[in-house]
DNA sequence: GGATTGTGTATTTTT
DNA sequence: TACACAATCC
């Protein structure tokens, strides 16, 4: 690897009217510290800045000041976002603060970049550059394949585990090659090594990429061809990242190499905000920057202008049970507010009860359901909510569900373009060889399969070699030159026509379309609307690859729905956003802080969770309630929950107790002694000393299974409405449970309490 | 090739 | 418990 020789930026650059804001108009506003990082010199640089400090701000006006001010051309920019969403906003406010658009800067998420990074070299590392960007889903089936060529059967050894292993290993910046042993694992007796190896090999084969290869193999071009990656280390004589606390080691090593030269990299971050140990983060890289960089500056940020003093107090107090942190003070001249709410609650349901009447209070005051956020700790906590907005007719948006390239039907259809676009994608081809059905049953498949193992060709190749020859019954040989003719008439297609119009002729001709529009299935309606829509989609894009591409890197949903609604989503997916009021509930022992998260991580994951509290708590600007149910279902039975310990830690004096008189509540009497070592952790001890202990006596009640059955008796056949999925019929009665075929939704089970006769 | 039955797992978070 | 998947039978 080429070392570059240390040595400070060559002074040929103008010195920069650093500080002047008349000067430079775009610093004001900014405080002193703000300022500082925004025109600090050349050379590594770390921002640590506390939740709403100001941070993106920061960091884009840091870019705007450095173009400005001629310190750099857009082209020599790397500057590197954590989701493609804040990759489109930087760009946009940077466009805004520069009063132009701006073209050339290499910006967006780390895959993003390293996708183009490694379009440009493919064929350096055994690619072509039109490879295939995998999602989970064709890495599973690839991964079951390879465990299967390995004679291990896949359900001693799932192919989810062996994912796991890899990604774990990738995101470390291992290639099979240079895998520790101690980080091998004991899959399948000591085979991942081997197993590695052939599921990168089978990815070459297909010319395909795993999202960790996007880097890694970025890595490995870098270390093989020093000449190029000299290249890139003159080029960007900038680098910006952001959330650097969520970065991984192969991400580590990625930057690392490119700032070589210039040492100019900025990174941005906040270890207390560090939720992604789980995808291979790790937060020591924001704690060793000053060793990795020496002589790095560090400029902290603590001046918070988001939340009012009582929100910021207790976080910080929160925070502060954290051991491994650099540690900051946050500070706020916002007025105290009111004291952070902690409702108890009866179960799940009551939970959502609540909200919703918080949520409509609100309403009734005259705010703005825009305003409000429900953050949970895992998806399946939404649904709760879900039913209770419906029920209220309360507009919600979703925030990261299901997505809509992961429909069955919107996969169909893309495979059948990655096939046009890529014709050794064979898992793509696979899946849809026979969608809609030609005859290409299983048996036919495994000949092709053979025939590409032995042959060393792909699907689409092997399928020619079999038409050369007379092994195949003369209807099915017939069936696949037809094939085989489509794709290579659909392939010369893209060389003229806009890619919406070749997706049109591909899904028309291969009698997908029809396919259903033949079916009666009640939902095949709907799946015709989702194709439409991805047609739609593809107005936007100039080519076909770089659909592909969009689909492979951007996985987040289309845009969010416009107009007054409140958000749901997971904490996860809060990160970096921020909301007037904000709702935390599901506080409870094993639910948050997740129990799986601490039977596989201990201590750190338990630190790990309390961020991620703390990132819930510091999205609310002016009002914070945090809930806990005392009961819950888990796997449909009844179980009594404890409060989380989170609760506890909360400095009594920044919160303030909702009991619901209505409710009894017998598991609360003595829930902290149980935590805590005996309750005598400080926030109990403080609660206690204010007299907020929840101390209730009470019995356990019989608790109800069952909702109130709906006024309306619905019949089979009836034509009924629902308040989110529109007009619908019914196709069968279960209980008080009703299966619908809804006109626009497609076929749903719902309660029967959610709709009306029409 | 499709329907039916049985089995095992699931609820963490996402680029 | 409920769903997805695979094996089995028709």
């Not at 080029?235 to 210039?262: C, G, P, S």
Request: glycine fraction near 8%; charged fraction near 25%; aromatic fraction near 8%.
């Amino acid at each position: 690897m080429t070392s570059q020789p240390d040595m400070m930026m060559p002074a040929d650059l103008p010195a920069p009217a650093e500080a002047a804001s008349s000067e430079a108009p775009w610093l004001a506003g900014l405080n002193p510290e703000q300022q500082a990082a925004v025109v600090a010199p050349d050379g590594p640089l770390l921002v640590l800045a506390g939740a709403g400090t100001g941070k993106t701000r920061v960091l884009t006006t840091r870019l705007a000041h450095l173009l400005l001010s001629g310190r750099a051309r857009p082209w020599q920019v790397l500057a590197v976002t954590f989701t493609n969403k804040a990759a489109r906003e930087m760009i946009g406010r940077v466009s805004d603060l520069l009063g132009r658009s701006v073209e050339g800067l290499w910006l967006g998420t780390f895959h993003a970049l390293g996708a183009r990074l490694l379009r440009r070299h493919a064929e350096l590392v055994g690619l072509k550059a039109n490879f295939t960007i995998l999602d989970t889903d064709d890495q599973l089936r690839l991964i079951k394949q390879v465990i299967e060529a390995a004679d291990l059967d896949p359900r001693s050894w799932t192919p989810r585990a062996l994912l796991a292993i890899i990604e774990r290993l990738k995101d470390r910046g291992h290639t099979p090659g240079n895998a520790p042993e101690s980080e091998l694992g004991d899959f399948a007796f000591g085979r991942s090594r081997e197993l590695y190896a052939a599921y990168q090999e089978r990815l070459l084969t297909l010319n395909a990429c795993d999202f960790g290869d996007l880097l890694l193999h970025g890595l490995t071009l870098f270390g093989a061809q020093p000449d190029i990656l000299a290249d890139y280390q003159r080029r960007f004589r900038v680098l910006l990242v952001d959330e650097y606390q969520d970065t991984n080691v192969a991400q580590y090593l990625w930057l690392r190499l490119l700032a070589q030269a210039h040492k100019n990299l900025t990174c941005v971050g906040d270890d207390d905000q560090s939720i992604y140990s789980w995808r291979g983060a790790e937060v020591g890289n924001i704690l060793r920057f000053e060793q990795d960089f020496p002589g790095a500056r560090v400029v902290r940020l603590e001046r918070n202008y988001r939340s009012t003093g009582h929100i910021l107090g207790a976080a910080s107090g929160l925070i502060a049970h954290n051991r491994s942190r650099l540690g900051k003070t946050l500070w706020t001249e916002d007025e105290q507010g009111e004291r952070v709410r902690i409702a108890s609650l009866w179960d799940d349901e009551e939970e959502a009860r609540f909200v919703g009447e918080e949520i409509e209070a609100h309403q009734r005051r005259g705010g703005n359901l825009n305003d409000i956020a429900v953050l949970v700790r895992a998806g399946f906590q939404t649904r709760a909510f879900e039913e209770r907005f419906i029920n209220l007719g309360l507009p919600y948006r979703v925030i990261g569900g299901p997505r809509f390239y992961e429909r069955a039907e919107i996969r169909d259809a893309i495979a059948y373009l990655r096939v046009v676009h890529q014709p050794e994608d064979d898992l793509a081809f696979e899946r849809i060889a026979n969608v809609p059905k030609r005859g290409l049953g299983d048996a036919t498949l495994q000949l092709l399969r053979r025939t590409g193992r032995d042959t060393g060709q792909s699907l689409v190749a092997a399928c020619r070699t079999l038409c050369a020859t007379d092994e195949l019954r003369p209807k099915l040989r017939t069936t696949l030159i037809q094939l085989l003719q489509d794709f290579e008439r659909w392939r010369e297609l893209t060389t003229r026509v806009p890619p919406r119009e070749v997706a049109e002729t591909v899904l028309e001709e291969s009698g997908y379309v029809r396919m259903w529009q033949e079916d009666r299935a009640p939902d095949a309606p709907g799946r015709l609307e989702n194709l439409k829509e991805l047609v739609h989609a593809l107005e936007e894009f100039e080519s076909l690859g770089g659909f592909l591409e969009h689909v492979g890197l951007v996985m987040d949903n289309a845009a969010d729905p416009a107009g007054d609604m409140a958000t749901l989503m997971t904490l996860h997916g809060a990160k970096g956003l921020e909301f007037d009021t904000v709702f935390l509930p599901g506080w409870e022992e094993g639910v948050f802080p997740n129990q799986r998260a601490l039977d596989e991580g201990g201590a750190k994951a338990l630190e790990e969770e309390r961020r991620l509290a703390y990132v819930g708590m510091t999205r609310a600007r002016r009002q914070l309630t945090v809930c806990y149910a005392a009961n819950r279902r888990v796997y449909n039975q009844w179980a009594a929950s404890l409060p989380a310990r989170f609760i506890a830690e909360l400095p009594g004096g920044h919160t303030e107790f909702l009991m619901r008189q209505s409710v009894p509540e017998p598991q609360i009497s003595g829930w902290f002694d149980d935590l805590k070592a005996g309750g005598r952790g400080p926030g109990f001890q403080r609660m206690r000393a204010a007299g907020k202990a929840p101390l209730i006596e009470g019995q356990a009640r019989v608790l109800r299974s069952e909702l109130p059955r709906s006024a309306h008796r619905l019949e089979v056949g009836q034509r009924i409405f629902h308040e989110k999925f529109g007009y619908g019929r019914v196709l069968a009665v279960e209980g008080n449970k009703l299966e619908i075929a809804f006109d626009k939704a497609g076929t749903k089970k719902v309660i029967d309490s959610f709709v009306a006769p029409a």
